[in-house]
């Protein structure tokens, strides 16, 4: 532990021993905090905390974690091999599916040959080909913005490593690349915000319709490769899927992103009318063994309530470019000490408390909202498992390594006075913030989609969005050490609060049944 970080967790003792003579809003006081449990909680969450040798095993040694891969297999392994040996029951790598293909990427050496020679930083897209061995060839650049330009390149492309995309200018940053939530901005999060539906969802299938066409022509066209830049500079590159998981997919071409400095460096060579001759040499690897993917869940058995739950949960897989640190080790990491600092404090819980780390969620919920209909109920006809009945409520962490700020109600204004006298101990450490605004992209939607108390909770967003969300710098050294320790130790809390509750966590209406739709790719 570092200085900073033992500084950081003597003053968040100190902020909650100080907590013991605060008192709570009265709206809230009927929502017991429990101190004694909270020291209890602390004591594990800061001086005996496992959880950045946790991030290390599923990153570093783990490390990434896309579904249907080895390394994710390995990573399930490992989870429920460290939450049995901590005492926790029917702990299992529980299968779910079909998924598709498994895909794994074993060698990327992408250069330039001439005019002359310089490495590139690049990456395969998942679920796209290999090239066989290296190749040798001329690059082109080809972009295809819309149905016309397919005239344009029709008897250009055969045996040329195309280029897809217009290269596009790199600006300095002048701001910085990671921050936290301002107070300004954190009161405009408490504020009720317009939730009516978008139209982004179609737009995202009209796009992917067209990108499927356009890769069509570029293989028909006999194109060796497809490269773009994506976004990101400085070196940060964005890496997602390419080819299907389907294993009855016609064969694709390697798609391949890389640095945009290094892409627009050969794109002004060939607006020069300077050849560029490009090698590469991809190795990647499908598995159609088994079409399955899995959640790893895991449980402390309540007392008395125990047939009922309260869940925890994070993704656990990741793309492929970096070690799945912040999306989302650090999620999973925070989920998994958290329940091993339940165990080990010998605090009794009245509920059974589940947790649940879920694959597929990079693809669209996949894992969650297959667990949930199997064990609570079925979004698009609304009929309910006895489960459901069961469950108080689910916590989730998706928002990488930064502090907790407060939590996503999801329009559940009846639980604000409860979760209010839960984050009183935390607001002199900046946990301060009840948004009842919806927030989406993860797995408690799983979970809200079928009537269930489904929480997100508020972080600082550090670098998520301008660094390592989907990026080659998604690593180890992007956590932070003392936000992860205070975010094991709220959750607990929060976890250990809703499991000894008389009542469960009070709930919005159901919905009405979801009509079908086809995720996208990637979020």
Known sequence: MTFSTRHRARAFGLALALAGVIALPLAAQHAQVDLDALYKIKQQGFQDSQVMDIMSYLTDVHGPRLTGSRNIAKAGEWATQEMTKWGLVNVTMEPWGPFGRGWDNERTVIHVVSPQPFPIIGYSKAWAPGTNGAVNAQVILAPIESEADFATFKGKLKNKLVFISPARDVEARWQPLARRFTADELEVMSMESDRSPRGAFRRSAFNREFIQQRNAFYRSEGALAL???????????????????????????????????????????????????????????????????????????????????????????????????????????????????????????????????????????????????????????????????????????????????GVYLQGNEMVAPIFSAWMQPFRNVGMTTLSINDTGGTDHLAFDAVGLPGFQFIQDPVEYSTRTHHSNMDVYERIQASDMMQNTVIVATFVYHAANRDELIPRKPLPKPQAPRTPPNER
């Open 227 to 405: 490269i773009d830049a994506g976004r990101g500079d400085g070196g940060t590159v964005f890496v997602g899927g390419g080819g299907s998981r389907d294993p009855k997919t016609p064969p694709t071409v390697p798609e391949v992103t890389v640095a945009i400095e290094h892409y627009g460096r050969i794109v002004r060579m060939l607006e020069k009318n300077i050849p560029v001759t490009l090698e590469l040499d991809i190795k990647n690897t499908f598995r159609d063994d088994s079409l399955d993917a899995f959640n790893v869940i895991g449980e402390i058995p309540g007392t008395d309530k125990a047939d009922e739950l309260v869940m925890l949960g994070g993704h656990f897989d990741s793309w492929h470019a970096g070690t799945g640190a912040t999306d989302n080790a650090a999620g999973s990491a925070v989920m998994m000490e958290a329940m091993r600092i339940l165990k080990a404090s010998g605090l009794k819980m009245r509920r059974t408390v589940r947790i649940g780390l879920w694959s597929g969620e990079e693809q669209g919920l996949l894992g969650s909202r297959a667990y949930v209909k199997e064990h609570f109920g079925d979004s698009q006809t609304m009929q309910l498992e006895p489960e459901h009945a069961k469950l108080s409520a689910y916590f989730n962490v998706d928002n990488g390594t930064g502090a907790i700020r």
